[in-house]
């Protein structure tokens, strides 16, 4: 006897087929997104203008990971690794995953250690003290921070992280390295990033980058900061 249900299961079953290939093959393709911003494009006015904050997220960033999706079928552990993973083994891949895979991340990063003036609470108690005890007070901290932010020549980054052996410091990188990556002098778990690129501030402060990064520390996300640092205290990756 023909069994009605289970012919209409096998016939289902024959339609799901080619859609489940085609599901487990897509996520290869682009496993990298372009996060939604955790706020409002002119939500970190005054330090950072709603222009900027569009085309920077709109456009550099989304640029960033439209290319790093592209590489994937040449580098397909691209889809197996997180984005962490990715950094602290960037010398496999070639320039183009190190600069994209690099801005990818460094943006994801930078939009989650901003927040509104007046939303992004205090250093904890552990952090303040860890500045303290490592540059003598908060504000030698923010002068050696700002300080080394201006050193960047041409395009790249400023940091505080907290280094393998558990203080902190304050480094640089140039384009998009970051402190993950395996080619990069002075390694560390980034606490706070700070994008140095001209398209970061050009329209609002055109080449005055110090005024930039003056403005800017009233919109740090001290929370998430606080958590980074607790979480690289740990020994735990921060995200
Ligand atoms: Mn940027």
Redesign the pocket.
């Known amino acids: 006897m023909t069994h009605p249900v289970g012919t209409l299961a096998i016939a289902a079953l024959a339609l799901l087929m080619p859609l489940a290939v085609v599901a487990a093959d897509a996520p290869a393709a682009a496993p990298f997104s372009l996060p939604t911003l955790p706020y409002a494009e002119d939500a970190l006015l005054p330090a950072i203008d709603a222009d900027t904050m569009r085309i ?1 997220h709109g456009r ?1 960033h989304k640029a960033y990971v439209d290319n790093l999706n592209g590489k994937v079928g040449q580098f397909p552990a691209l889809a197996t690794q997180s984005l962490e993973q990715i950094q602290s083994g960037i010398s496999a891949f070639d320039t183009a995953v190190r600069n994209n895979a690099g801005g990818h991340y460094n ?1 994801s990063l930078f939009w989650t250690l901003m927040a509104p003036v007046g939303q992004g609470g205090e250093p904890s108690a552990a952090l303040a003290a860890a500045i303290d005890e490592r540059f003598g007070s908060m504000d030698r901290f923010r002068t050696g921070f700002a300080e080394a932010a201006g050193r960047v020549f041409g395009s790249g980054w400023a940091w505080l992280v907290v280094t393998p052996e558990g203080s902190l410091a304050i480094t640089t990188t140039a384009n998009q390295d970051n402190p993950l990556m395996d080619v990069v002098a002075e390694r560390g778990e980034p606490v706070l990033a700070l ?1 140095v ?1 001209e ?2 501030y050009y329209l609002k402060y055109q080449n005055q980058r110090a005024a930039y990064v003056q403005a800017w520390w009233p919109v740090v996300n001290w929370s998430e900061a606080n958590r980074r640092f607790q979480a690289a205290r740990a020994g735990d990756q921060a995200d």
């Open positions: 920077h550099h943006h994008d690129w398209h970061a």
